[in-house]
């Protein structure tokens, strides 16, 4: 056992105010340009004390967003206080979002910072199976443009293209962020009809490169085709294995249940009202019969009678989700109400499978950065972490990272543990650009603020189970930590005695020694 000593650095009956920002958010499905979006500061009192007059700010890549900050006139102990702000979005590309605040005792945690990706567009393409030039409301992909564009507008930020199953090539994914394959045949006893092998090699390196995929079922689907060349027989997009078609009547129809929804995924939502209530309305007489699991497979929607609906899988830096009905209504009345169920799950999809390509993430301070480059990436050189300035510096410091080189077969991994600073950090190739790389943004760890009253003796004695000795800084601290050594320890009463010893030794010794 070792003594411990507590030196209190500071007044016991002192209390600091402190407003910390816990977190910010943005009204809006998918970011994108030209448009204001309002964004809601989350504030706490962590302190034991009335804070006035604390300033919240946002910026926006270190800009700010509103010309002056919003004050809020009282934020009481505990309370937590939400604050709006609107910004402008006026370019595309993977933003820094930042609040700044002041006004309170302890500035550690009046920062937060947020990575928010702007898009100019979404490019999704429809890939249909079953098109109908001469009525276009009956063809497969007619849906789900209504959903992703439900006013019909023009210059519409999601921008669908739709194509024939035969017709799709390689060339058609160039520039496109998702893929819905909408009852779509794959080429196999028809050499003609159908998606070509050339254009799924492409998908799959799509996919695996950070796209987002939507498999739908459908009549022309054949589940032997589907599994050798998607499924677990090929490239493996397939979240689940198709086993066949289930069929049922009109009076008992297939309906997806709402309790039945993985609450943790991108369509939690539709657990709970208003959403459940028009996922119980989906009624269909056919869907695909899916494999009960996959590897990496999760079933998001499940139906009544527990059959997956809808599936999801990550495969590489993208993402597959697979719908085990139609997206028309040759299966059910999956479309018979525009805005009660296909409306919320598009956008949902599309939100979701979008906001997969930003590279990097949010963490907390001293929690380890990992990036894994993508396939390509320059690397001969190494890498190097790229930290946040100093104070009251513009250059931006840098550190050699060590990266092993992976195993055959296994991904690059790139790791830094240098993050004690909140800010915004960098991963970049080794003499690139400070914003070559991965981006990510580091947060106080709000732990160390969430109570700030003073430990009293006491407390300290209860943390422990026992009273140390606890010292008031201060001009004779030296001294004080050097008595209650002495007399805790047994080294000087040691050395006293073997002193003794000593001496007597030698005075027996000159005893023994006289001739008397």
């Known amino acids: 056992q070792a003594n411990l000593v507590f030196i209190r650095c500071g007044n016991a009956e002192r209390r600091i105010p402190n407003v910390a920002a816990e977190n910010v958010t943005w009204i809006s499905d998918i970011p994108h340009t030209r448009t204001r979006v309002p964004f809601v500061v989350t504030v706490k009192n962590t302190g034991a004390d009335i804070v006035k007059g604390a300033k919240v700010a946002i910026t926006l890549d270190n800009k700010a967003i509103e010309k002056d900050a919003v004050q809020i006139d009282q934020i009481d102990p505990g309370q937590t206080y939400p604050v709006t702000l609107t910004g402008s979005l006026d370019q595309p590309g993977l933003r820094v979002v930042g609040v700044e605040m002041n006004g309170d005792g302890m500035p550690g945690d009046n920062v937060l910072y947020k990575t928010i990706f702007v898009r100019e567009k979404v490019r999704v393409l429809l890939v249909d199976g079953s098109p109908n030039a001469e009525n276009p409301t009956s063809a497969g992909d007619h849906f789900v443009k209504t959903a992703l564009n439900p006013g019909r507008q023009k210059d519409y930020y999601i ?35 159908g998606l070509s092998a050339d254009f799924l090699a492409k998908l799959n390196e799509f996919v695996r490169g950070g796209g987002g995929l939507v498999i739908t079922g459908g009549d022309l689907i054949k589940p032997e085709e589907y599994n050798k060349v998607l499924g677990s027989g090929g490239s493996q997009l397939l979240p689940l294995d198709v086993k066949g078609i289930r069929n049922t009547t009109e009076t008992s129809p297939f309906t997806p249940a709402a309790e039945k929804v993985e609450e943790a995924s991108f369509l939690g939502r539709f657990r709970k009202s208003p959403f459940a209530d028009a996922l119980q309305k989906v009624a269909m007489s056919r869907m695909l019969e899916l494999a009960a699991d996959g590897p990496g497979a999760r079933a998001l929607i499940r139906t009544t009678d527990d059959q997956p609906y809808i599936a999801s899988k990550v495969v590489g830096a993208g993402e597959v989700i697979q719908i085990a009905g139609s997206l028309d209504e040759r299966w059910g009345n999956f479309s018979s109400d525009p805005g009660s169920f296909h409306v919320p799950l598009a956008i949902f999809t599309v939100t979701h499978l979008t906001g997969r390509k930003v590279a990097g993430g949010t963490t907390i301070a001293g929690e380890p950065l990992v990036w894994y480059p993508p396939d390509g990436t320059e690397s001969k050189a190494g890498f190097e972490l790229v930290k946040p300035p100093r104070s009251g510096e513009r250059s931006r410091p840098r550190v050699k990272l060590d990266v092993p080189q992976p195993p055959a077969g296994q991904r690059l991994v790139v790791m830094a543990t240098d993050t004690a600073r909140a800010g915004v950090y960098n991963i970049v190739p080794a003499g690139k650009a400070d914003d070559s790389g991965a981006l990510f943004t580091v947060n106080p760890d709000l732990r160390e603020s969430a109570a700030m009253g003073v430990g009293a003796d006491n407390d300290v004695e209860n943390w422990l189970g026992f009273a140390p000795a606890i010292i008031q800084a201060g001009a004779g601290t030296e001294s004080a930590v050097g008595q209650l050594r002495t007399r805790s320890e047994w080294t000087e009463w040691l050395l006293v005695l073997l002193l003794v010893l000593l001496v007597g030794e030698s005075l027996w010794a000159w005893s023994c020694g006289r001739a008397w």
Request: proline letters at 6%; aromatic letters at 2%; glycine letters at 2%.
């Open 159 to 193: 921008e669908t293209e739709s194509i024939t199953a035969t017709e799709a090539s390689a060339r058609d994914l160039d520039n496109v962020d998702i893929v819905y394959l909408l009852n779509a045949p794959i080429r196999g006893s028809d050499p003609v009809v």
